[in-house]
């Protein structure tokens, strides 16, 4: 874990050490998005949901068409079953990754791509209804691929339209079977960019 951590920081540091040679130092994204798929198992095996929440970045830049990315995205799904006393599950998720990003200014658009690597972490509330539940939580390995376009409406004022193979491994299981959740879903996001 800490040669992880001694890796990200050194990333930054390079990362950092090339401000001077870049127009627009860092830009920050911050804007709706959508999984399209129930990571959390709060629906159960039910068909697939799509999760609502956010996604937010800041892309800190070492030259013109390289950058590193730490990326934040947060979802919180629930799901009311009717039949079973109102049980409702809830899940509150919070992604943490980081990663190059490769992008080129073609005048008035900012085409992108990105490979990011981190850590997603849910937390499931007792379930209300359910007095013998507990609360629980877990992490996971996570990843996302992808990348998308930026559109300007100012030089420091842009529009982003953002799509992402995004990738975690959870699972629920006991002594008979195991479950895996939708491990591979889309990440769509869309926002606005700030650069400064």
């Not at 629906?43 to 996604?55: P, Q, S, V, Y």
């Not at 990105?114 to 937390?123: E, K, N, P, S």
């Not at 079977?177 to 889309?186: G, I, L, Q, S």
């Amino acid at each position: 874990m800490l040669r992880c951590w001694l890796l990200v920081l050194a990333g930054m540091l390079w990362c950092v050490s090339g401000w001077a040679q870049s127009t627009d130092h860092v830009e920050v994204f911050g804007g709706y998005s959508l999984v399209t798929g129930d990571f959390t198992g709060t629906f159960g095996d039910r068909n697939t949901h799509i999760l609502n929440g956010w996604n937010a970045s800041a892309n800190f830049k070492a030259t013109r068409l390289l950058g590193f990315v730490a990326d934040f995205s947060g979802y919180y799904p629930s799901y009311t079953y009717q039949g079973i006393g109102g049980l409702t599950n809830r899940a509150k998720t919070l992604s943490l990754l980081f990663g190059p990003q490769v992008s080129v200014r073609l005048s008035k658009v900012t085409p992108f791509a990105h490979a990011l690597l981190g850590v997603t972490h849910i937390g499931y509330p007792a379930a209300s209804g359910c007095p013998q539940c507990v609360a629980t939580s877990a992490n996971s390995f996570a990843y996302a691929l992808g990348g998308g376009i930026d559109f300007d409406l100012t030089r420091h004022l842009g529009i982003r339209g953002q799509a992402d193979l995004f990738h975690n491994g959870f699972s629920s299981g006991d002594n008979q079977t195991t479950y895996r959740y939708h491990e591979t879903n889309a990440r769509i996001s869309t926002g606005l960019v700030f650069r400064f």
